[in-house]
Nanobody, 125 residues
Framework: DVQVVESGGGLVQAGGSLRLSCAAS????????IGWFRQAPGKEREGISC????????YYAISVRGRFTITSDNAKSTVYLQMNNLKPEATALYYC??????????????????WGQGTQGTVSS
């Protein structure tokens, strides 16, 4: 089974940055897709970014485009989400999730089956 563990959350001031990490195990990393999600208090979970390791497809939600960057380190089986110019509304529990990627899928979004416990990101105004 694929397992993922998030880390890197914390408290920053508005305009600051955080880098989240998602370490995957239990399956060849090069065949995975990883998605990042967040859930703010009282709001629905939002998919914000994803990456497929087999074809390099990435995606960013409009709300984070231009400020967040998703990258992967195959040697460490880890995906990173660099979040810059953070706003207070970015305060949320951030989750990563993994799924086996399909060949030539053309997208990195899947019905992700393996979820982490989340890491809290808090942005103060």
């Amino acid at each position: 089974d694929v397992q993922v563990v998030e880390s890197g959350g914390g408290l920053v001031q508005a305009g600051g940055s955080l880098r989240l990490s998602c370490a995957a195990s239990g399956f060849p990393f090069s065949r995975l897709a990883i998605g990042w999600f967040r859930q703010a208090p009282g709001k629905e979970r939002e998919g914000i970014s994803c990456i497929s390791m087999n074809d390099g497809n990435t995606y960013y939600a409009i709300s984070v485009r231009g400020r967040f960057t998703i990258t992967s380190d195959n040697a460490k089986s880890t995906v990173y989400l660099q979040m810059n110019n953070l706003k207070p509304e970015a305060t949320a529990l951030y989750y990563c999730a993994a799924q086996i990627a399909a060949a030539a899928a053309g997208s990195c979004w899947y019905a992700f089956g393996s979820w982490g416990q989340g890491t809290q990101g808090t942005v103060s105004s």
